[in-house]
């Protein structure tokens, strides 16, 4: 298959849909989940033969090279298990009903997905292949813009179905988008606030809508679990990462035990004696209350996904500010969780390097990445070029007496990495035109106040502790919440 190899974006219009239209939609997407569903079983059932084959267990122990995998070419064809096998495969489905509501292009994209998900596990990049349950397959794809799903003259088109598309032509975002070529077409269907909703996302060609012109210059980037610095030539910034996230992942807590309860309530001879779950095939009653509670909960994850994606895309923007090429460590966010536990995954700093690295390139810069290995910024001291580890408790590099804050100071190392390892020369220079800069980030930062509540938190008793836990959940005020919410987040530092 050939795959173009042009740059692409997204643009998403919501669609205009009326009642006949959506029960048709619906109809469609359901065929689409179990066309998905059946391909995948498919998969499943000839990579499993494959693999159980004795040519497999030869090409296995092959040493690696030309003939090994050419032989694994031949077991694919062999145990017809290739992206084509199995577009074949849609195509014999697609006699059932499945036919009268699916088109072969689509069909064939399906295909692709669960033929890309049986080898994402293959690779080790999935633990699992789920099929899909009945509110778990959102989001059917074309393959091109000329047959299948479609966009053309503000509508999309599919089989009979024609929908209107929602554009505001005043936005320059939107009005950008619909001037380049489209690649294909995607259908989303997404609940909002309880209701279906469905929208068009349009795969275009070229670069999205530049909002901000950002400078071509070097910027050194450290994430830490909370905190965020940045520092260019010219600038030095300390911030908390995310911190108006935090408040929601308590309440998320909250509804998950409260659905285990209920769960638990509802289908008590589904588990052990020990609250474990029995093996084998359950049946699961769902009350009202639980459905309830977990819309709840998926509406406050949609929610939290997108206040945080908004906040990522400010904090990205204020990087790339600084400057287009970012130069960071590449953070090992298994380490991270393992000295940091929970406070981090919801902050996503993984997905934070990958917006930051879209948006650069997108804007003629890079992200560039380097093994700490190498670098170990974190210990380095530059004033006696030896490296020495600090505890994550000790936030300040105080070394060679140069008190400055731990994340700039690294995020000052960063921006004189070249080729994967440590400029030193450089260093020592900027050094010079840059202490004072430097130094006013670590101040302004939050650091400071972390000292301030700290001292505090270790005056003040457990109890009034909890007092306060309380108090955040119980306020109502958002501006208030945000401000409770950074106390929060810096007791729990
Ligand atoms: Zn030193």
């Given at each position: 298959m050939s795959k173009s190899k042009t740059l692409s974006f997204i643009l998403e219009l919501p669609l205009k849909v009326n009642a006949p239209q959506e029960a048709t939609l619906h109809t469609r997407f359901e065929a689409g989940r179990q066309l998905y569903n059946a391909i995948l079983g498919e998969a499943k059932r000839r990579q499993k033969l494959l693999r159980e084959s004795k040519a497999f267990h030869v090409a296995r122990k092959m040493p690696k090279g030309k003939q090994r995998t050419s032989a694994f070419k031949k077991l694919n064809e062999c145990f017809i298990f290739r992206e084509y096998d199995l577009h074949k495969y849609a195509t014999e489905i697609r006699?059932?009903?499945?036919g009268k509501h699916i088109d072969s292009n689509t069909a064939q994209k399906t295909a692709t997905r669960a033929f890309a998900a049986v080898e994402k596990l293959r690779r080790g990049g999935a633990k699992k292949v789920r099929f899909k349950g009945k509110n778990q397959f959102d989001s059917v794809e074309g393959k091109t813009n000329t047959t299948g799903i479609r966009f053309k003259n503000n509508q999309i088109l599919w089989g009979k179905l024609s929908l209107d598309c929602m554009i505001d032509e005043s936005d320059p975002v939107v009005a950008h988008g619909l001037k380049q070529r489209v690649k294909f077409c995607r259908l989303i269907k997404r609940k909002l606030n309880g209701r279906i909703r469905f929208f068009a996302q349009l795969i275009l060609e070229g670069i999205p809508y530049q909002k901000h012109q950002f400078p071509p210059a070097e910027v050194g980037l450290d994430i830490g679990p909370s905190t965020i610095a940045h520092v260019s030539f010219t600038d030095a910034q300390l911030e908390t990462f995310c911190?108006?996230?935090?408040n929601k992942q308590k309440e998320i807590r909250r509804l998950q035990r409260k659905l285990d309860r209920q769960r638990r309530a509802n289908n008590p001879q589904n588990y052990n004696a020990d609250g474990t779950i029995k093996k084998g095939r359950n049946i699961w009653h769902d009350s009202n209350q639980y459905i309830k509670t977990k819309n709840q909960l998926n509406e406050i994850q949609r929610k939290q996904a997108a206040h945080r994606k908004s906040l990522h895309g400010n904090l990205a923007n204020r990087i790339l500010k600084q400057g287009n090429v970012i130069k960071t460590e590449k953070l090992s966010y298994k380490s991270f969780q393992r000295n940091w536990g929970k406070s981090v995954g919801f902050r996503a700093p993984a997905m934070l390097v990958e917006m930051l690295r879209r948006k650069a390139e997108n804007a003629g810069g890079a992200m560039i990445e380097f093994p700490t290995t190498n670098t170990k910024l974190s210990q380095y001291?530059?004033?006696?070029g030896e490296y020495h580890k600090k505890p994550l408790s000790q936030r300040v590099h105080t070394h060679c007496g140069l008190n400055i804050q731990r994340d700039v100071y690294s995020a000052f190392l960063a921006l004189s990495v070249k080729d994967n390892a440590l400029d030193v020369p450089s260093v020592n220079e900027r050094w010079l035109s840059m202490e004072t800069m430097l130094r006013t980030a670590s101040l302004s930062g939050k650091e400071s106040q972390v000292a301030k509540v700290r001292q505090l938190s270790n005056r003040e008793s457990s109890d009034s502790f909890k007092r306060l836990v309380r108090k955040v959940s119980a306020k109502s005020d958002k501006a208030q919440d945000v401000v409770a919410e950074k106390q929060l987040l810096l007791f729990t530092l």
């Open positions: 006699r059932s009903w499945i911190a108006p996230l935090e001291c530059h004033a006696c």
